[in-house]
């Protein structure tokens, strides 16, 4: 199985990219002290240990006299004369230190086997420590530490990492550590915090974001490698001479990043990689990058083959894989989820008399009024009716709508290509032509499809996505939250959840929703559930930026009564005049005639989802005199028994008037002659 198809690797690493992961981490600690401690440091390390002050981190690399690094740590300044020093390989660090002490007043004690390192690593990590520890950490700063305690346990707390993302790594006595993880582990639930123990802590996670173990620096130098930005010049220090002339000859060798053509090849480090058969370097690091679905790495070129862009070739396994060269890092080169800035809080009242007693605020909603749930008009070989799509458009934009859904339920998005959706997509914004808002429904069942979906609803200039939870296979709540929270930060529309428990099987808590509602991106929920769930909603969310609008007729205009921002479903396809006017009867006060329509509106419902849906709806509109054609099999089609019912209840409700019922009657025979002929050619 090839890294791209590893389900439980790439698990592992979303769970750092979207969440919370806990996992032990533990790697070499020496303790250095002694009146010298700083001044031998300094003398070891690249990087100005001596502009560290106490509670402050540093990363840096250790040469030898031949200016190759030998090993790269983390330094922790406790006071002048007391610093931590973090290796991956103690042993050979601590041989160095004793051979270069010469008679500095300074000692190293190993603390590796007494105390444990363990990360909390990703973008609820600082809610979660937050929930826990004793003293307040919430605005600490990168590469700082401090003391604190976790269930009544010290522990030494560093805002530090190996995975580009908000991360914290704790220091703590060996023998309490387990107490310490199960506080962990308990918080986290509420963020869906969970352990991992795969190697994607130093694989794929780390290679996205650029950053070096071993195999990429052992024997190079710094400024090969892209780090002459932690060589402090004016110092001295081991191996300093050597890379002064590295400096003013210029480097001979390059790191750079690469993505692989083919990415189901897991390519092998140390390959040789080749210009026109030509050996020009070898790959230090591979691997498949899950947050960017690329297969990318590192290699250690001649400096005149490392050029961005340049199209080279890795040998490995037996075969040749084409890849192309580039900036080495993949992930966030802007560095804006490393540095993760915290709001000091959402202020939402103008007044703060009001807020003290309690009277309620809203935030502005970005999503209001009446959206129809659009059908799919087909051809009769089943294929898009891209004609038709835009008279649907068009009839709700005369109708008064304030936008359309495309391609959800109602518009059989289960039975669609991912690129007949897109061309849906495209068609709709197309014919709207800005007088409406379009949604486009993105929902899927993975992530890279839904993403994929999301990207092209952006390109073609569609106002929102909505996205419904992934339901085969089905997932949980805690996987659900993680899915919108990765969509809404990737997505450029703002995002909407399509909240549809008897669609999904997963119901997701007011609690969750409240969480999501407080996401940038995050716009609104389209809640197919009933009234009680839909007013918990809104009383959880009113005063956040966050639009609930009923995806259920029949509770429309409960929703609006309750303080919803409005309805987008079915029955705005089926009547869209009549929606409009509920809606507006309401706003304008005028509660009996709002009560009177949406009467009607029930009405009419019931025989549409009396019937075999989606048939129903296409009838409903073919009934009207619009050509919708059938929904895709095996889908059940409407008879004519059925056609006449949808028929009588329109003009029963108003919605088809005795004028028009003559004219659709005329249009509804011409439709139905071409339907019979529909059916007499597929069944021969």
Same mark, same amino acid.
């Given at each position: ?17 979207? @969440? ?6 533990t790697l070499g600690l020496m303790e ?5 401690? @700083? ?41 002048? !004369? ?21 008679n500095c007043a300074v000692s190293f ?141 210029? =480097? ?159 518009? !059989? ?30 929902g899927a069942n993975t992530t890279k ?154 009405? =009419? ?38 056609? @006449? ?40």
């Amino acid at each position: 199985m090839s890294k791209k198809n590893d389900f439980a690797r790439r698990l592992d690493h979303e769970q750092i990219r979207n @969440r919370v992961a806990i996992y032990d981490f533990t790697l070499g600690l020496m303790e250095i002290k002694g009146e010298d401690a @700083r001044a031998f440091l300094e003398g070891m390390c690249v990087n100005d240990i001596g502009r560290l002050v106490p509670g402050q981190v540093t990363y840096t690399s250790m040469l030898n006299e031949q200016a190759q690094m030998i090993d790269d740590v983390t330094v922790y300044c406790f006071h002048d !004369e007391k610093f931590w020093v973090i290796s991956a390989f103690k042993n050979d660090t601590l041989r160095w230190f004793n051979e270069h002490r010469t008679n500095c007043a300074v000692s190293f004690e190993d603390l590796s086997e007494e105390i444990v390192l363990w990360a909390i690593q990703g973008p609820d990590s600082r809610r979660l420590l937050a929930s826990c520890l004793v003293q307040d950490m919430t605005d600490m700063k990168y590469y700082t530490f401090m003391e604190n305690q976790v269930g009544g346990v010290p522990v030494i707390l560093s805002r530090t990492g190996f995975t580009g993302e908000l991360g914290f790594e704790i220091f703590a006595d060996k023998t309490r550590i387990d107490r310490i993880v199960e506080t962990l582990l308990k918080a986290g639930k509420k963020y869906g915090g969970r352990l991992i123990e795969s190697d994607v802590t130093m694989e794929s996670v780390p290679t996205e974001k650029g950053l070096v173990t071993v195999r990429d620096f052992r024997g190079n130098n710094p400024l090969e490698l892209g780090m002459g930005w932690s060589v402090k010049w004016d110092k001295d220090f081991i191996g300093k001479k050597a890379l002064e002339k590295v400096k003013k000859a210029g =480097i001979t060798r390059k790191l750079m990043g690469f993505v692989a053509e083919d990415d189901e090849i897991d390519i092998e480090n140390e390959s040789p990689v080749k210009v026109k058969g030509k050996v020009v370097g070898k790959v230090t690091t591979a691997n498949y990058g899950y947050t960017v679905e690329k297969s990318i790495g590192y290699c250690l070129l001649d400096v005149k083959a490392a050029e961005p862009d340049a199209k080279v070739v890795v040998e490995t396994g037996g075969q040749e894989v084409a890849i192309t060269l580039c900036n080495r890092v993949f992930y966030d080169a802007e560095r804006t989820r490393v540095n993760a800035v915290q709001s000091v809080g959402n202020l939402t009242f103008e007044s703060t008399r009001d807020f003290l007693e309690n009277r309620t605020v809203s935030s502005p909603k970005e999503i209001t009024g009446v959206y129809a749930a659009m059908p799919t008009p087909m051809l009769r070989d089943e294929s898009l009716d891209v004609k038709n799509i835009a008279v649907q458009v068009n009839r709700c934009i005369e109708n008064g709508l304030d936008g359309i859904l495309v391609g959800g339920n109602s518009g !059989e998005f289960p039975s669609l290509s991912i690129e007949e959706r897109k061309l849906l997509f495209k068609t709709a914004v197309d014919a709207a032509a800005g007088k409406l808002k379009i949604v486009a429904c993105c929902g899927a069942n993975t992530t890279k499809w839904t993403k994929d979906l999301c990207s092209y609803a952006g390109e073609v200039g569609a106002d929102y996505v909505l996205v419904m939870t992934p339901y085969d296979p089905a997932t949980t709540e805690e996987g659900a939250l993680a899915f919108y929270k990765e969509i809404a930060r990737f997505s450029k529309p703002g995002v909407m959840i399509y909240h549809y428990p008897d669609a999904t099987n997963v119901t997701m808590s007011t609690e969750s929703i409240a969480e999501l509602a407080r996401e940038k991106n995050i716009v609104g929920i389209k809640n197919v559930a009933d009234l009680t769930s839909t007013v918990a909603i809104i009383n959880a969310t009113r005063h956040q930026s966050f639009s609930v609008l009923s995806g259920l007729d029949e509770v429309f205009l409960g929703t609006m009564a309750c303080g919803g921002e409005g309805f987008m479903g079915v029955g705005a396809s089926v009547a869209p005049a009549l929606c409009r006017e509920i809606y507006d009867a309401y706003q304008a006060g005028e509660v009996k005639r709002a009560q009177e329509c949406h009467r009607k509106l029930c009405k =009419i419902m019931e025989v549409v989802f009396g019937l075999p849906f989606p048939g129903s709806l296409k009838a409903s509109v073919e009934v009207q005199g619009y050509e919708c054609g059938h929904a895709r099999r095996p889908s059940a089609t409407v008879d004519r028994a059925g056609r @006449r019912q949808l028929h009588n209840i329109l003009v029963q409700t108003g919605v088809i008037g005795s004028r028009q019922s003559a004219t659709v009657d005329c249009d509804g025979r011409k439709l139905l002659k071409n339907m019979l002929a529909e059916v007499v050619e597929v069944n021969g």
